[in-house]
């Protein structure tokens, strides 16, 4: 026996014989769980009877992008990447004596004006623009925590505010 999870919720917690037919008939189970487990059944055999019962949740490739889910992942993804660098140099830079290597700011310096134009202002540009971003954005999740420009047109001009300022400063600090 299963006791069904729905929206409303349990479903065989219901007080009445009719209402738990009626219930039954009506509401969806969206989890399935064993409500009785008898011990010589093995655990797998549970979890694959319960798996047969759950539906496939929905993808986000089925939504419409919006602006605001995607600057949040945005936020997500350059806060790790911005992170993630400071986090890799800082041990990087640790750890070189040990390998011999020198990552000192005149060593980095003068690799970095050896390189390529095209592949310094694509490093640049991508440093830049996450780290503008992450700020940007930051700073609208601070307004927000203040409680101003929570209604969905705040959300939306301030969307299009993070997105105005993060190409400014990504412009000018890979060209200048």
């Known amino acids: 026996m299963y006791s069904a999870v729905t929206r409303s ?3 065989n917690a219901a007080r009445t014989p009719l209402h738990r037919a009626i219930a039954g008939q009506s509401a969806r189970a ?3 769980t064993p409500a009785r487990r008898t011990t010589e059944e ?3 055999v549970v979890a694959e009877r319960a ?3 759950r539906p496939i949740s929905p993808h986000l490739s ?3 992008p919006q602006m605001t889910w995607v600057l949040s992942g945005l936020h997500r993804n350059t806060g790790v990447l911005v992170a993630g660098a400071a986090y890799l140099y800082t041990a990087a830079f640790g750890l070189a004596p040990m390998f011999g290597l020198d990552l000192s700011s005149v060593a980095v310096a003068s690799t970095l004006a050896a390189a390529p134009t095209p592949l310094l202002l694509a490093v ?3 440093v830049s623009g996450s780290l503008s971003f992450h700020c940007v954005n930051g700073v609208r999740h601070l307004v927000w925590d203040t409680g ?3 209604n969905n047109k705040g959300v939306i001009n301030s969307g299009y505010v993070v997105i105005g300022a993060t190409a400014l400063l990504t412009g000018y600090l890979t060209f200048f």
């Open 51 to 53: 798996l047969k019962n």
């Open 124 to 126: 640049k540009a991508l």
């Open 30 to 32: 969206f989890i399935a």
């Open 42 to 44: 093995p655990q797998s």
């Open 9 to 11: 919720g349990i479903l």
């Open 148 to 150: 101003k420009g929570l």
């Open 62 to 64: 089925i939504y419409k």
